[in-house]
C-alpha cells in the first residue's frame, strides 16, 4: 500500500474492533435473580443490544499519516496531484540574463544555508536546483506535495532526508503548508515550530535546524547578537519547560502527525500525571475519595459473586452439551452450552462497563480529563492537558 500523503509505501494494516453493550436493566436482572437465583440475572436482558465496529486503516511508517484504503486507492488514480519537478529560485536566479534574479527570502536562506545547515547536513541532501539524478526520497516527495504546491510556485530549499520544503507559501511539513511559522525552538533532536515539531538526526542537527529557521524568520535585518556572534537557538532543557511554552502558544490543530500531543512524551507525561493525580485524590479527604472507595469495596464483593456464577455457569454449560450431544448429536450439543453461556458473558461485560462509567462519575473533573486523554491513541490526543494546570500535583 502507498501512503497518499508522501508517496512511501512502508505502511502497516491496522484493525480494531470496538464492542458495546447498552440497554441492560440492573432492576431486572436483580429481581430476576432474587426470584430465581442465578438463571434470573438473564432478566435485565430485556430490551438490552450490543452492537461492534471494526475500524480498518493503515499506518504510514515514513510520515505518520492514518488513511483507510478507500482514500488510497482514490488518490493513486489521479497521478495530476504528482508535482513533476520543483521551481526552484536558485535556477530562476541563473536564467535571469539581464539583471540578478533575487528576493529577500531567497538570498536569506541562501545566506542561512552557510551559517548553520552545511556544516551538519550532507551537502547533496540540501537542494536549491533539481538534481540531475532522480532521487528516490525527492521523488516521494514530489508524489506528495503536488497537493499543496503547483510547479509554478517558487521553491528555495529542500531538505527530503526530514521532508521539509521552504516556498513562496510557507513552511511545507509533512504536506501541510504552515503559512506563519514563529516561536521556533529545539528539544533533544526535535525542532518545534509554533505547537509542530520535525525530528532531525541528532541534537547537533537539530540546533542548527532551529537556529536556521530562526535566522530566515526573524524580521530582523541581522541574525547577530550584541557580541557579533550569531544568535542562539532556543533550547528548552527539560520537557515540562518545553510544553509549558508549547501549550501557551496559539492552539493549532491536534489531528496533524507532526503535532507536539502525538509525541511519545506527551504520552508519557500524561501517564505520569495520571498517576500522580490518581494518588493524590485517593489521599485526600473528601466526599468523592470516600464515594470512590466504597464503590470499589462493593464492586469486589459483585467480582467474587461473578466467580461463583463463572463456576455454575460453566457447570450449567457442560451438563447441557452432554445432554443434548446424546439426544440429538455433538453441534446441538454446542449450541445448548452456548445458549447457556453467551448471556452469562454479556451480562458480565455490560455490567463491568456500566461500573466504569460510574466508578469514572465519581472521580474529579480534572483527573477524569487526564484519564480520557491518556485512554486515547497518540495521534488522537489533544495535547491540552496543561502543565500549569497541574503545577501542585507535578
Known amino acids: 500500500m502507498k501512503c497518499p500523503n508522501c508517496g512511501s509505501e512502508n505502511c502497516h494494516f491496522v484493525s480494531t474492533t470496538e464492542t458495546r453493550s447498552k440497554g441492560f436493566s440492573l432492576g431486572n436482572a436483580c429481581c430476576g435473580s432474587l426470584l430465581m437465583g442465578p438463571v434470573g440475572i438473564v432478566c435485565g436482558l430485556c430490551g438490552a443490544s450490543s452492537s461492534s465496529h471494526t475500524k ?69 541532501k540540501i537542494l536549491v536546483a533539481n538534481p540531475l539524478i532522480e532521487d528516490p526520497e525527492v521523488e516521494s516527495l514530489k508524489y506528495g506535495i503536488g497537493k499543496v504546491l503547483t510547479d509554478k510556485e517558487l521553491v528555495y530549499l529542500v531538505l527530503p532526508s526530514i521532508r521539509l520544503v521552504i516556498a513562496e507559501k510557507g513552511l511545507i511539513f509533512n504536506n501541510t503548508v504552515h503559512t506563519d511559522p514563529a516561536e521556533f525552538r529545539f528539544y533533544k533532536n526535535h525542532v518545534y515550530f509554533g505547537q509542530n515539531f520535525i525530528t532531525t538526526e541528532s541534537k547537533e542537527h537539530a540546533e542548527k535546524l532551529c537556529g536556521f529557521f530562526e535566522f530566515i524568520y526573524s524580521k530582523n535585518d541581522s541574525a547577530m547578537n550584541s557580541d557579533g556572534g550569531k544568535m542562539m537557538p532556543h533550547e ?86 452432554m445432554i443434548q450431544w446424546f439426544r440429538h448429536g455433538f453441534f446441538t450439543g454446542i449450541l445448548g452450552a452456548l445458549i447457556i453461556t453467551v448471556p452469562f458473558w454479556v451480562i458480565t461485560i455490560g455490567l463491568s462497563l456500566y461500573k466504569d462509567m460510574q466508578v469514572k462519575k465519581i472521580l474529579p473533573d480534572h483527573l477524569r480529563a487526564i484519564i480520557e486523554e491518556d485512554e486515547k491513541e497518540n495521534i488522537e490526543k489533544t495535547g491540552r492537558i496543561r502543565v500549569l494546570d497541574h503545577a501542585e500535583t507535578l
Open 236 to 321: 528548552c532543557e527539560d520537557y515540562q519547560t518545553l510544553l509549558t511554552e508549547l501549550q501557551n502558544l496559539r492552539e493549532e490543530p491536534p489531528d496533524r502527525p507532526e503535532h507536539f500531543s502525538s509525541q511519545e512524551k506527551y504520552a508519557k507525561f500524561v501517564k505520569g500525571l495520571r498517576e500522580k493525580s490518581f494518588q493524590r485524590f485517593l489521599g485526600s479527604n473528601t466526599k468523592d475519595r470516600v464515594m470512590y472507595e466504597e464503590m470499589l469495596e462493593e464492586n469486589s464483593a459483585t467480582e467474587a459473586r461473578w466467580i461463583s456464577y463463572t463456576f455454575w455457569s460453566v457447570g450449567t454449560a457442560a451438563l447441557m452439551f
Open 56 to 124: 480498518e486503516y493503515w499506518i504510514c511508517n515514513s510520515c505518520g499519516s492514518r488513511f483507510s484504503q478507500s482514500e488510497a486507492e482514490e488518490i493513486m488514480k489521479n497521478e495530476a496531484q504528482r508535482l513533476k519537478e520543483f521551481l526552484f529560485y536558485r535556477e530562476l536566479q541563473k536564467k535571469s540574463v539581464v539583471e540578478p534574479f533575487e528576493t529577500k527570502m531567497g538570498e536569506r536562506i541562501l545566506q542561512g544555508i552557510e551559517q548553520y545547515l552545511k556544516d551538519v547536513f550532507i551537502r547533496e
